[in-house]
């Protein structure tokens, strides 16, 4: 069965910071481009960062440039998200996604991610 799992989400303070990993299984990582995407109660599900399959390119949302650090080990199968420097507005159920490496689209359309994780969901609040 394929299937992404993400972890590593909780309570953070402000200002603090969480690593969340997402792994792979049924299928192999290093063919696709992995994308994380966070969703707020109330607001649509948006782009966080995205990492191609073989780690040579990574893109951030705005907000969260110098702040998140994406990687990958494909080796462990496993993409990570580094968070530093956590905010409120950061709050959300984030989600890993997997796309075919030879899809070149935006790495926000959201439509060409083939596999979805079921989410970790991040709290950042005094």
């Known amino acids: 069965q394929l299937q992404l799992v993400e972890s590593g989400g909780g309570l953070v303070q402000p200002g603090g910071s969480l690593r969340l990993s997402c792994t792979a299984s049924g299928f192999t990582l290093d063919r696709y481009g992995i994308g994380w995407f966070r969703q707020a109660p109330g607001k649509e599900r948006e782009g966080v960062s995205y990492?191609?399959?073989?780690?040579?390119?990574?893109l951030y949302a705005d907000s969260v440039k110098g702040r998140f650090t994406i990687s990958r080990d494909n080796a462990g199968n496993t993409v990570y998200l580094q968070m530093n420097s956590l905010q409120p507005e950061d709050t959300a159920s984030y989600y890993c996604a997997a796309r075919p490496r030879t899809v070149i689209d935006l790495w926000t359309d959201q439509r060409r991610y083939d596999y979805w994780g079921q989410g970790t969901q991040v709290t950042v609040s005094s």
């Open positions: 990492i191609s399959a073989f780690g040579r390119r990574t």
